[in-house]
């Protein structure tokens, strides 16, 4: 995303792939790389993201990412969950993706 790089965000997408936007599927690579354009569209990035855990199982075959989402002034507004599966030729692909609104509750 900070690179501006649509075909290189895409190239990390299974072909099965499901992500959940706005708690609606969008199946598969097409569909979602086509959905995924319009940020890509300005020359700032609406959002950034990095993970703050990743998990691999002991087979090395699935794992799972998760970490915040900032705007572009840097206020975390999501978090994203990513379940990642190593494809053919072993390169890490995601299979379903979803994120949820950060709460941003008084502390009690």
Known sequence: MADRDHAAFSSFISEEAVFISGGKPVRGKAAI????????ASPRPPFSWKPDLVEVLPSGTLAYSTGPVAN?????????????????????????????DVCNCPKP
């Not at 790389?33 to 890509?40: E, I």
């Not at 206020?75 to 890490?92: C, D, H, M, Q, T």
Request: charged letters at 25%.
């Open 33 to 40: 790389t086509a959905d995924w354009k319009k940020f890509y």
């Open 72 to 100: 572009p002034d840097g206020k975390i507004f999501a978090r994203f969950n990513s379940i990642w599966r190593l494809e053919a030729p072993g390169v890490w692909r995601v299979v379903f993706d979803s994120g949820s």
